[in-house]
């Protein structure tokens, strides 16, 4: 269901006066997150989901408990739904607050603020000041940033100067998950006075490499004669000295949508997304298409000597697609790394990440290939290889952006995302920031558009560096 048609729905949480549930284990009551600013109310089998902060709250979702199925349950007292490798846990509240009460005083200065550019600055604020995980890695001082853009906003301030307000905040952190969305109209005529302001460069404009471009020359060089499936999203092949060779280009993108492999890159992608939104439970459904996919390619690569998994161009997606990909070179479940998420002044529980495996793994040498766009899930099947005796990492740092996007809404609509999640290491290693390094450093640079010339540039000079360093080793 799409954001705007979320926010229209007849709002039962906000009719709640208490808990009036007879039974200590009843779905039925208010529940609250515990971190991630959501408040749930449930009544015979009908729910609805609100954001939440200290001075808003927003509806965002409604629907009958039955759509979760046995990812939704109540032990100890505590609502846990299961999201793949997350657990999210929601304890008893007796009433929900003042600002949530349908026709109280809170609620209706709110929906009248809800187009107020100061009331919606406030609470992006106030989002980022409850969840945030990374101010000190950042070196972000909020409250220096409060003090610096507040005063820029007033009552009379416009939504496209608004937008270019709050872009710019945003901006400084320099966090790959931060964004923020706004209707095309407003990004549309901020971008065009942006580039009435650099109309005085007279530099022509340069042509930007695409990296689905760059994987797919790679892949034309290496596997001419090789598989490509799901819009090029995964492409194998065998390369000379039977070594198995596999581009996994995004951790999503790979579910059985029938969406025609034939459609351009952006005309798949606008298809699949709009398949996606009708789905109950995409996480299932990526797993299960990728699987039937990782069948075949398993049976066309299973007698290599040894296996390329080439994830350099992979900007990320589900992070369990890649953890999935991993169970079929391990043989053995083991915890492999944590994640907790902001809550106050401290986090959430714990939970501990278990890497899955397969029966009958391949157990020959994996060379996983990556680099500074290899991001987000990425990153967690990079993180959990690290506990994967198996695995050689070949490229340079990962970006380093771990945590999963906290979504959230504007009362005017808009949307933004942010890092509210600390991944670690069984060691305690966070690789925010900095990203995770390879075994083989190969001194990629970190700027996007030069990495991807770096390749195309090796390529016309004759060879991938990574692929044939991966092949360098195999011949040891």
Same mark, same amino acid.
């Given at each position: 269901?799409?954001?705007?048609?979320?926010?229209?729905?007849?709002?039962?949480?906000?009719?709640?006066?208490?808990?009036?549930?007879?039974?200590? /284990?009843?779905? =039925?009551?208010?529940?609250?997150?515990? #971190?991630? #600013?959501?408040?749930?109310?449930?009544?015979?089998?009908?729910?609805? +989901?609100?954001?939440?902060?200290?001075?808003?709250?927003?509806? !965002?979702?409604?629907?009958?408990?039955?759509?979760? #199925?046995?990812?939704?349950?109540?032990?100890?007292?505590?609502?846990?739904?299961?999201?793949?490798?997350?657990?999210?846990?929601?304890?008893?509240?007796?009433?929900?607050?003042?600002?949530?009460?349908?026709?109280?005083?809170?609620r209706t200065e709110a929906e009248q603020k809800a187009n107020d550019p100061e009331y919606n600055f406030e609470v992006l604020w106030h989002t980022?000041?409850?969840?945030?995980?990374?101010?000190?890695?950042?070196?972000?001082?909020?409250d220096s940033m409060y003090a610096h853009y507040r005063p820029k906003v007033n009552e009379n301030t416009t939504p496209v100067e608004l937008f270019g307000i709050?872009?710019? +905040?945003?901006?400084?952190? /320099? =966090?790959?998950?931060?964004?923020?969305?706004?209707? =095309?109209?407003?990004?549309?005529?901020?971008?065009?006075?942006?580039?009435?302001?650099?109309?005085?460069?007279?530099?022509?404009?340069?042509?930007?490499?695409?990296?689905?471009?760059?994987?797919?020359?790679?892949?034309? %060089?290496?596997?001419?004669?090789?598989?490509?499936?799901? /819009?090029?999203?995964?492409?194998?092949? !065998?390369?000379?000295?039977?070594?198995?060779?596999?581009?996994?280009?995004?951790? +999503? #993108?790979?579910?059985?949508?029938?969406?025609? =492999?034939?459609l351009s890159y952006r005309d798949y992608w606008m298809a699949y997304f709009e398949k996606g939104e009708e789905s109950l439970d995409s996480t299932s459904d990526e797993l299960e298409g990728f699987n039937d996919s990782l069948d075949q390619l398993m049976a066309g690569l299973d007698e290599t000597d040894a296996l390329i998994i080439d994830v350099r161009f992979n900007g990320g997606g589900k992070d369990e697609v890649g953890m999935e990909f991993l169970a079929r070179v391990n043989g053995e479940e083991k915890v492999t790394f944590t994640k907790k998420g902001r809550m106050g002044d401290g986090y959430t529980p714990t939970i501990k990440v278990v890497q899955p495996a397969v029966e009958n793994p391949y157990e020959k040498p994996v060379f996983l290939l990556i680099s500074t766009e290899s991001a987000s899930a990425t990153e967690i099947m990079t993180l959990s290889s690290l506990s994967l005796e198996n695995i050689t990492r070949i490229g340079s740092r990962t970006e380093g952006v771990f945590s999963d996007i906290l979504d959230r809404v504007l009362p005017n609509e808009w949307t933004f995302g942010l890092s509210s999640e600390v991944y670690e290491t069984l060691d305690g290693k966070n690789y925010e920031g900095p990203g995770i390094p390879p075994d083989i450093e190969l001194g990629y640079p970190r700027d996007t558009q030069l990495f991807l %010339?770096?390749? +195309?540039?090796?390529?016309?000079?004759?060879?991938?560096?990574?692929?044939?360093?991966?092949l360098e080793l195999i011949k040891e």
């Open positions: 269901m799409k954001l705007a048609a979320l926010l229209l729905l007849p709002i039962l949480l906000l009719s709640c006066n208490g808990n009036d549930t007879s039974e200590a /284990n009843s779905l =039925d009551g208010v529940w609250e997150s515990v #971190g991630y #600013g959501r408040l749930v109310k449930i009544v015979d089998g009908q729910y609805v +989901m609100a954001e939440v902060t200290k001075i808003s709250c927003i509806p !965002i979702l409604d629907g009958d408990i039955s759509d979760f #199925g046995e990812a939704l349950y109540v032990k100890n007292d505590t609502l846990t739904l299961e999201d793949g490798i997350n657990y999210y846990y929601f304890t008893r509240v007796e009433d929900a607050p003042a600002i949530c009460k349908k026709d109280s005083p809170e980022f000041d409850e969840h945030y995980a990374y101010f000190e890695l950042r070196k972000i001082d909020w709050m872009d710019e +905040m945003l901006n400084a952190f /320099n =966090d790959g998950h931060i964004g923020l969305d706004v209707p =095309d109209e407003i990004y549309e005529q901020a971008a065009a006075n942006s580039e009435e302001e650099e109309e005085a460069s007279q530099d022509p404009p340069v042509k930007r490499l695409r990296k689905y471009l760059v994987a797919k020359a790679v892949a034309e %060089k290496y596997i001419p004669k090789g598989t490509a499936i799901k /819009n090029n999203n995964l492409r194998w092949g !065998i390369l000379d000295g039977n070594v198995g060779y596999v581009q996994l280009n995004q951790m +999503m #993108g790979l579910a059985d949508y029938g969406v025609s =492999d034939t %010339k770096e390749v +195309m540039q090796s390529l016309e000079d004759g060879d991938d560096a990574a692929i044939e360093k991966a």
